[in-house]
């Protein structure tokens, strides 16, 4: 009977009985004929049994016994017994390291640029004023004023309980004061007019000091471009 062999995803054959061995039959190879439903291994198929397991031949007294299969399975190599080592510790993941930024340095205007910059814009009602400017000078007209009813009542500068020098100054300084005022509402977008509610007491007083506390517009408005950004 021939028989057809499964050999590395191949069908090879028909072959006889006696030739299968020589096309590399083996134990585990699947082999199929026709009086077979299946295909199925070799070493379980009952007519292929004599060529895979010849029987043994009977030795003579004294003589060792000959074996009959083609040739002996090649031995393993031993296998090394497996070094049992420490498990590594497992690394921590590094902490952020934050990083300290120095603050900006204060770019406010100091006294006297901020008194040359109201006297310069003495008559601008137009423009814009950032928050130290305005502040500063204001100060300083308050200094001044200070100063000067200090001159009057010790020289008796006075007329009406009204000291001369003082009054001339605080008449100096009023234009800038109103302007610079007004410069500062323009510096926040809001319009120079809302310095009218100063005529409200209280109230008025409130709202315009709320304003004028205000931080300045990073953006161009139609007063111009921010003094301090």
């Not at 009218?196 to 304003?211: F, S, T």
């Amino acid at each position: 009977m021939k028989y057809y062999m499964h050999i590395d995803g191949q069908q090879l054959g028909p072959f006889e009985e006696n030739d299968l061995l020589s096309h590399g039959l083996q134990r585990s190879t699947l082999v199929w004929c026709k009086t077979m439903s299946n295909w199925a291994p070799a070493y379980r198929v009952p007519a292929l049994m004599q060529l895979l397991y010849p029987p043994v031949q009977k030795r003579a007294a004294g003589t060792q016994p000959v074996a009959t299969h083609a040739a002996p399975r090649a031995k393993r190599p031993a296998q090394q017994p497996k070094v049992m080592t420490a498990p590594r510790p497992k690394r921590r993941a590094p902490r952020p390291v934050e990083v300290w930024h120095r603050p900006a340095t204060d770019t406010s205007l100091t006294y006297k640029q901020a008194l040359t910059s109201a006297m310069r814009h003495y008559f601008d009602f137009k423009g814009r004023a950032r928050r130290s400017e305005y502040w500063k000078f204001l100060l300083i007209v308050l200094l001044a004023n200070l100063v000067t009813a200090i001159i009057d009542w010790n020289l008796g500068l006075t007329f009406k309980h009204h000291g001369i020098t003082g009054s001339i100054v605080s008449l100096l300084l009023l234009v800038p004061m109103v302007s610079s005022g007004v410069r500062r509402l323009h510096d926040m977008g809001q319009s120079g007019l809302k310095l009218l509610w100063v005529l409200l007491p209280v109230v008025g007083w409130v709202m315009v000091l709320n304003w004028h506390c205000q931080d300045s517009l990073k953006e161009k408005n139609r007063w111009g471009k921010s003094p301090k950004y």
